[in-house]
């Protein structure tokens, strides 16, 4: 064999090991994300067995729900940017490392402070977490079939992560107790953050100007916080004491603090020239009322089939199944529906379907039956959900030009944990001021159907914006604004 050949087989055994390490880091990469989103659903089906075991009021058991995701929220950004400048592989084991101790800390959380606290290490974990795996996974396939291929098993990871978590959080809650939501992330985060040192590569941004916006990730998430804080307060004092007008300006004040750190960043979390998109503003305006739909609702369901038809945990991590496969379906059908008729009909489409099933929830009865009043409404819900989720996203990122991308993706994505959030303390505040400390399944279900209405409503709104304020366009084509829109230097781009 002579030195071309030997040098040509050393390049193949080079590209085919490259490709063998990079599959192996994309299961690993997959592993996380289904435990990230697992985790939200693990919980969410263990909350009334925790607010049984530690004699938690209603009203407080969403900061469980909560603390994790307004972390996740205020940090993602930022979270990105500390990957690539100190390097993703060695932020990722990092922030792998705290998910897994703090889910540990959780498990053996002895009041609903230290659960709390817990989960706001798990959601700062998971900020962390979340990009530094998107980064590493297109650092690891540059583009091509292969990347598309890893985006879309990275894609399905998180969809049968939020299905398992279902079954498993029922089964877990059920035959071993609720700390057990906890504590089986602990080994698996362990394992992936040994693994990574054997398979993630390491990488960069090599050459990298400011810092980081850490004082932007602090002032938003410190206002989110207090907001969110005001707003379940209310259900206690009321909208107009001293004290609910007091967290309101709190929060007012720290949320104008982080525009005013944004516009003066070198290296801002969000820069706000980014919403001369009309697209991707409006996208991200009809988002934080949509996921406020999906926020309370997903919490008061599990409450009302655990706490109203007595369901066990188990049978109610199979009631939600339904609703969760249709989010998959839905998921899968809305992106080839938009690029047959375009965005905007399919978001309004799909935000009519939430609309529907909420409505459906509204009229639960204090003795409901699953085939026909939960598995009906469960669906409609699950369809819209998706239906115009999916939609929405491709709507924010399509007009941007390519050196935006990442940033409006980034956007939408902490935009909808924001409405979560938001959606989710108005909703439970709502149910838990109208039922008080009452037990009574009627009482109880009358919450719920008003906290439903309430969020009939949001749907109602974010529809009337969909059909008011969205451009429509097919994928695959440039919205209009794409054409005449400036472009937004490089130089002075958000860093994600």
Not at 419 to 427: H, I, N, Y
Request: hydrophobic fraction near 55%; proline fraction near 3%; aromatic fraction near 10%.
């Amino acid at each position: 064999m002579n030195a071309g050949e030997e040098k040509k087989n050393s390049k193949e055994m080079d590209l085919n090991s490259k490709r063998k390490f990079g599959w192996v880091a994309l299961l690993l990469l997959c592993s996380t994300q289904f435990m990230v989103v697992l985790d939200g659903t693990l919980v969410n089906v263990a909350l009334p067995s925790i607010q049984q075991a530690m004699h938690i009021s209603q009203q407080n058991l969403q900061w469980i729900t909560n603390a994790y995701l307004l972390m996740f929220a205020g940090f993602m950004m930022l979270g990105g940017r500390v990957a690539d400048v100190l390097g993703r592989r060695r932020v990722f084991i990092s922030g792998m490392l705290l998910f897994a101790v703090a889910s540990l800390l959780g498990g053996f959380a002895p009041s609903d402070l230290w659960l709390i606290a817990a989960r706001v290490a798990q959601g700062l974990g998971a900020a962390i977490i979340s990009p530094a795996a998107l980064s590493i996974l297109t650092i690891t396939f540059p583009g091509g079939k292969e990347r598309d291929r890893a985006l879309g098993v990275f894609g399905a990871a998180g969809g049968s992560g939020a299905v398992a978590g279902l079954l498993l959080g029922g089964v877990l809650t059920e035959f071993l107790g609720w700390q057990w939501v906890f504590f089986v992330n602990f080994p698996v985060g362990l394992l992936v953050a040994l693994l990574s040192l054997r398979f993630l590569q390491e990488s960069r941004v090599e050459e990298s100007e400011g810092g980081f916006d850490l004082p932007g990730a602090v002032s938003v998430t410190g206002g989110l916080v207090l907001l969110v804080y005001a707003l379940v307060q209310t259900g206690e004092s009321g909208w107009l004491s001293a004290g609910t007008l007091s967290f309101f300006a709190a929060a007012f004040v720290l949320l104008a603090l982080f525009v005013l750190i944004e516009l003066k960043s070198r290296v801002p979390m969000v820069n706000f020239k980014i919403f001369r998109y009309h697209n991707l503003t409006a996208a991200n305006l009809i988002s934080i009322l949509f996921t406020a739909c999906l926020g309370g609702t997903l919490f008061l369901m599990t409450l009302y089939l655990q706490q109203v038809l007595r369901y066990s945990a188990l049978e109610a991590g199979l009631a939600l199944l339904p609703f969760e496969l249709a989010t998959i379906i839905a998921a899968t059908v809305s992106a080839r529906l938009v690029t047959r008729f375009g965005a905007k009909p399919v978001v309004m489409g799909g935000l009519t379907l939430l609309m529907l099933g909420l409505l459906l929830l509204s009229r639960l009865p204090a003795n409901g039956a699953f085939l026909t009043d939960v598995l009906p409404a469960t669906l409609l819900f699950g369809f819209g959900l998706t239906g115009s989720g999916i939609p929405l996203t491709i709507t924010a990122v399509a007009g941007v030009p390519g050196e935006q991308a990442g940033t409006a993706s980034g956007l939408i994505n902490t935009t909808q944990q924001v409405g979560f959030s938001l959606g989710l303390a108005v909703l439970a505040t709502i149910a838990s001021a109208y039922s008080g400390n009452s037990t009574d399944p009627a009482v109880l279900t009358s919450g719920f159907n008003l906290a439903f209405t309430v969020a009939v409503g949001f749907a109602l709104l974010a529809l009337v914006l969909a059909f008011m304020l969205l451009r429509s366009f097919k994928a695959g084509n440039q919205p209009e604004e794409a054409t005449g829109a400036a472009r937004i230097d490089s130089v002075e781009q958000s860093q994600v």
